[in-house]
């Protein structure tokens, strides 16, 4: 099985649409359509993000947290973004999962993106802090239900 630095290549943080727009290559006319705060923009980051670490994998968010609605987007709204190498695709047999709405971005990349609405709500705690952590655990879950589409084609799976 790959250590955790073949792995783990890297991560940004990209708050600002100017970092997203010059480090993640997010279109400026994307993101003047869109806002910062959009499916189509999710993938383009995770696309991106895994462009930039030399990854076969990137996961992205782009969201509102809190306190206030941004963008015209209420408080809760997350984009989660999934690229994959089409390559790497292939040779695994992986699939983005079916939760996932595809966005074709270019030939080489598996694009996706997932709405997650965690908008505040009497019974659930909707704290920045809280929709913070549960966007990262929706990322991490999709990234997860991506690696079991065909888990005996990863690396160390198919050992018994």
Same mark, same amino acid.
């Given at each position: 099985?790959?250590?955790?630095?073949?792995? &783990?290549?890297?991560?940004?943080?990209?708050? =600002?649409? @100017?970092?997203?727009?010059?480090?993640? +290559?997010?279109?400026?006319?994307? $993101?003047?359509?869109?806002?910062?705060?959009?499916?189509?923009?999710?993938?383009?980051?995770?696309?991106?993000?895994?462009?930039?670490?030399?990854?076969?994998?990137?996961?992205?968010?782009?969201?509102?947290?809190?306190?206030?609605?941004?963008?015209?987007?209420?408080?809760?709204?997350?984009?989660?973004? &999934?690229?994959?190498?089409?390559?790497?695709? =292939?040779? @695994?047999?992986?699939?983005?999962?079916? +939760?996932?709405?595809?966005?074709? $971005?270019?030939?080489?990349?598996?694009?996706?993106?997932?709405?997650?609405?965690?908008?505040?709500?009497?019974?659930?705690?909707?704290?920045?802090?809280?929709?913070?952590?549960?966007?990262?655990?929706?990322?991490?879950?999709?990234?997860?239900?991506?690696?079991?589409?065909?888990?005996?084609?990863?690396?160390?799976?198919?050992?018994?």
């Amino acid at each position: 099985m790959p250590g955790a630095s073949e792995v &783990l290549q890297g991560g940004i943080v990209s708050y =600002s649409v @100017l970092v997203k727009e010059e480090v993640l +290559e997010v279109p400026r006319e994307v $993101l003047q359509d869109c806002g910062a705060v959009d499916g189509r923009v999710a993938a383009y980051m995770a696309r991106g993000a895994a462009r930039r670490c030399r990854a076969q994998l990137g996961v992205s968010t782009t969201g509102v947290a809190g306190p206030a609605p941004h963008e015209g987007k209420d408080v809760g709204t997350v984009y989660l973004g &999934l690229a994959l190498h089409k390559d790497t695709a =292939s040779r @695994l047999s992986l699939t983005l999962p079916p +939760e996932a709405h595809p966005h074709e $971005l270019d030939g080489d990349w598996l694009t996706g993106a997932l709405l997650l609405d965690l908008a505040p709500d009497d019974d659930v705690d909707s704290t920045r802090q809280h929709i913070r952590d549960a966007s990262l655990e929706g990322a991490l879950k999709l990234t997860y239900d991506l690696l079991l589409t065909e888990p005996e084609g990863i690396v160390g799976t198919d050992q018994p």
